[in-house]
């Protein structure tokens, strides 16, 4: 008899996903586990596969359009079977809660889960320079302004697509800089390619699915939480020194690579959970019915992925080392670039961490992640003249970071002395290490 193929709820945020394109055309004979189409979530472009074996008799809908979750997208019948004239596909009735106050709220429990491998986010089209090297738009557009030849690259995307790591990769492995045109040499100078301008083309780009879903919970968390910030300058130079004794303690393998290399941002994660739970009234979101407080210190850091941004998430943070997060964040950050993430890796959270120090960005605010109630926007740590204990000018190294709080379940003190704390131990971090 008929099966119907439905459109996937492929987690609970998900209400409708793009029919990206069709991987198999009509009268082609498909298995269990075939893929047939690419549909485009709003966390990542996925594969649809064929439930069962036999021929895939109909195609119920044209590439491109959005389609809600458990509408009927394709018919697979038996072989040498005919698909009835009047045969009518039946959706599922899928709920339409996009906000699961259950799955938001109840502390993360510590087991292995299932993990389900989701390909690289393909918010544009896939393309292939002259070498037939196929390759994301932002890597090209990398390749080009650092001088890097696709041609020599494998790429680790999707059917061997060259994506934003790779072009990473290739450039950290001792690729130059070079002005667009010309070919690399020792004249070449990195400081010159900071200033290629590139072409500039008129035309419309269709939003992604991440993209629509990354601006319509902005626009719902500016418009419906009460948002105030808080701002603080952190002293990092003890942090700084930290950091650098601890990296030089790390064993090293028989290349002489070490096991691992702590960054300012695993030091940030960790003293924002410690702070969380001295202050566990700030571990909290707004619900309806009441104040939900967290059983877990749960840490989502932003991490930014072609097309968008996702936020792993460090779940029990306040009872990881500093090593452990340091791994774990790199883990997960690795896999959200690679479209990777399990559901349980980047759903929920307690608190949110936006680091934008890298791109020497010195103050932002961030807007809050409902049902989070307060994100951290850290800037660059930098050289600054401050006045010491004895009343002398002195340079030191200095970080501001911003908190945006929901007003609603933080109020000014609360949200004051969570930021005090988290500046406290970043500026006595052996508090962190005891």
């Not at 292995?112 to 738009?137: N, Y």
Request: include cysteine; hydrophobic fraction near 40%; charged fraction near 25%.
């Amino acid at each position: 008899m008929p099966t119907d193929v439905l459109m996937p709820q492929l987690s609970p945020t998900m209400t409708e996903g793009k029919l990206s394109k069709w991987v198999k055309k009509e009268g082609d004979e498909v298995n269990i586990g075939t893929v047939i189409a690419e549909i485009e979530t709003d966390k990542a472009t996925m594969e649809v596969e064929a439930t069962e074996d036999g021929i895939l008799a109909k195609l119920l809908s044209d590439a491109g359009k959005d389609i809600a979750v458990g509408t009927p997208i394709a018919v697979i019948t038996e072989e040498g079977e005919k698909l009835p004239t009047n045969y009518k596909p039946k959706a599922k009735v899928v709920s339409k809660k996009v906000e699961p106050k259950k799955e938001a709220i109840k502390p993360t429990p510590k087991v292995e889960t299932p993990k389900v491998e989701m390909p690289k986010p393909q918010v544009q089209p896939i393309m292939a320079d002259r070498s037939g090297k196929k390759s994301s738009p932002l890597a090209r557009r990398l390749a080009a302004e650092w001088g890097i030849p696709l041609d020599n690259i494998s790429g680790t995307g999707p059917h061997g697509r060259i994506i934003q790591a790779d072009i990473e990769n290739a450039r950290a492995n001792g690729v130059r800089k070079t002005v667009a045109g010309a070919a690399p040499s020792a004249a070449s100078s990195p400081a010159k390619a900071e200033f290629v301008m590139q072409p500039l083309v008129n035309e419309l780009v269709e939003h992604s699915t991440m993209r629509k879903v990354i601006a319509k919970r902005l626009v719902e968390a500016k418009q419906t939480v009460p948002h105030f910030y808080l701002t603080v300058d952190v002293m990092m130079a003890e942090a700084l020194k930290a950091r650098q004794t601890i990296n030089a303690m790390a064993p090293v393998d028989g290349a002489g690579k070490p096991s691992y290399k702590l960054s300012v941002n695993d030091m940030i994660i960790k003293a924002s959970a410690l702070a969380l739970r001295q202050h566990p009234n700030a571990n909290a979101s707004w619900m309806e019915e009441g104040l939900q407080k967290h059983g877990s210190v749960d840490i989502a850091v932003a991490v930014s992925i072609e097309g968008g941004l996702i936020t792993p998430i460090l779940h029990q943070a306040d009872e990881k080392s500093l090593v452990e997060l340091s791994q774990e964040i790199k883990d997960l950050a690795a896999k959200a670039r690679a479209g990777k993430l399990t559901p349980e890796q980047y759903q929920g959270g307690t608190f949110s961490i936006s680091n934008l120090g890298m791109y020497g960005i010195k103050h932002f605010d961030a807007i809050i992640n409902p049902p989070q109630s307060c994100i951290l926007a850290c800037g660059m740590a930098e050289k600054r003249p401050v006045v010491n204990a004895l009343g002398q000018v002195e340079a030191t190294d200095v970080m501001t970071v911003t908190m945006s709080v929901d007003h609603r379940v933080v109020d000014g003190a609360l949200g004051a002395e969570l930021l005090q704390s988290i500046k406290k131990y970043l500026e006595n971090p052996i508090a962190m290490v005891a």
